[in-house]
């Protein structure tokens, strides 16, 4: 027992030392990314790092130039390097009639309009997110072949409880009966925002899951799911509320009114609260980070290391907690729409 | 805000991705695995039920087991019982019987004995009245002068008799 708890005790020491060493790391990364001679600004600092960009850059001399993919109605689609936009002493230069501003591609002419599909750092990070998903999953799945009706071995062990519990505390007493038809988008779900939101913390690592982008596609995912399944219950109790006074239905239909944004609040909530949260948790953890350069210290830099260490474990609970509530509330949505209505209220 | 300002080309591959991941892990992972599970948790829940039952039976075949002991015993109770019951039975007519002929054999040998009784008596009377004829024949015969010499004579006579 004791032994374990001296195992476990140092295993944490490892994790932590790791950790405070890949945030000391980060220093030199948010220093580089301050600027040379220029004034240090915080803000910007942060902005960009929690922002989406066309280049991935680890470290200063180690930067991957993503492909640009433009897609604009008299040229059709382009495609090309975004290293085209750095001249050679990496200055933002034009080109192709396109300048790139605060990560962003914007035409010379101002009457032309261009849509973006570039692989950006974001769109790269959803690569590898889904790769590693496939990977990770496929693997448990050959698990279950392998070891048909015995215990789970392997990667399988881990990701069992995790899958039985997202199965039997989320989505089951949320949606009820008819619950195995939405288990595998919510397996789906929970794992994309999990691995999405715990990638995001690694150093140099995009803001997947702090972006609105992908939060409102995810809530627009849920929000078609939960319509498209909407039994008569569930549109009958939006446009015609039981145990409502009718005045408060005709002849202005407020209740009606009030229901039917209840039916877009639902899933703005779901893309906003992921977002904050994420977004959020970077913001905490660069401007600790920050807090050095503003000083010119290494004290300060030793202090907030440790404070960012500390805050990078809450992080993890935070990649988890966001994970779990997006899925549980997408299927309290769905439960509400499938429901078989008794009128008990 | 420019935070805030979802971009197009992210929230298209967004879409595309989470959709061909979430059907490609549908059809590799997720389905499998949920068929796993459940076919894994019937087999477990079969598997107590199994037991249970088994337990059950076992534990009928242990009451079974016990009530035929225990009737097995009672037989065994009763038939050595009714075999005590018959050997005592037996011990008592063998010994009624016994002293029934003991008692025929007493009487037998009493009767026997009365007769024989009767008999030597008989004889005796027979042999007294022979000898006091003798001995009287004797007397007669011999010329007695005294009585002292009849006496002895009398005596020799009746040592005589005892000797027979």
Known sequence: ?345 | MDLLAPGVGLMFWQLVIFLVVFFLLRALAWKPIMSSLKTRDAMIDDSIKQAETARDEVAQMKADNEYLLQEARAERDKIVNDALAVANKIKEEAKSETSVIADKMLQDAKATIQNEKKAALTEVKDLVGSLSLEIAEKVMREKLSDDASQKSLVDKFLKDVKVN
Do not use: C
């Open chain 1, 1 to 345: 027992m004791k032994k374990i708890f001296r195992n476990n005790m140092l295993k944490f020491l490892k994790i932590n030392l790791l950790i405070f060493l890949v945030t000391l790391f980060n220093f030199s990364n948010a220093k580089a990314s301050g600027g040379e001679g220029k004034e240090f600004n915080i803000g910007e600092m942060i902005t960009h790092h929690i922002s989406d960009s066309h280049e991935w850059h680890f470290f200063d001399g180690a930067t991957l130039y993503l492909p640009v993919i433009l897609y604009s109605s008299d040229r059709g689609i382009e495609v090309f390097s975004s290293a085209n936009f750095y001249g050679d002493h990496h200055e933002v230069v034009d080109y192709n009639g396109y300048k790139y501003e605060h990560g962003h591609i914007v035409p010379l002419e101002s009457s032309r309009s261009i849509l973006d599909f570039s692989i950006t750092k974001n769109v790269a990070t959803l690569f590898l997110t889904a790769i590693l998903m496939v990977l990770v999953f496929t693997a448990v799945a050959r698990g279950y072949k392998k070891n048909a009706n015995t215990g789970p071995r392997g990667i399988q062990s881990f990701f069992e409880p995790i899958i039985v519990f997202v199965r039997d505390e989320i989505v089951k007493p949320n949606i009820g009966p008819k619950y195995e038809k939405f288990t595998p988008y919510m397996l789906t779900l929970f794992f994309f925002i999990w691995f999405g939101n715990i990638l995001g913390l690694l150093p140099g690592a995009a803001n997947l899951t702090g972006n609105t982008a992908v939060t409102i596609v995810l809530a627009l995912l849920t929000f078609i799911l939960v319509n498209v399944n909407g039994n008569k219950a569930y549109w009958g109790h939006i446009f015609n509320t039981p145990g409502v006074p009718w005045w408060l239905k005709l002849p202005i239909p407020i209740m009606p009114v009030v229901e039917l944004i209840g039916i877009f609040t639902k899933p703005f909530s779901l893309l906003l609260r992921l977002f904050v949260a994420i977004t959020a948790g970077h913001i905490v953890l660069l401007s600790l980070i920050g807090l050095t350069f503003l000083f010119h210290s290494w004290a300060v830099g030793i202090g907030s290391a440790l404070v960012v260490t500390v805050i990078n474990f809450i992080e993890i609970l935070v990649a988890t907690i966001q994970a779990y509530v997006f899925t549980m509330f997408s299927s309290l949505y769905i439960g509400m729409a499938v429901a078989d209505h008794h009128d008990d209220h």
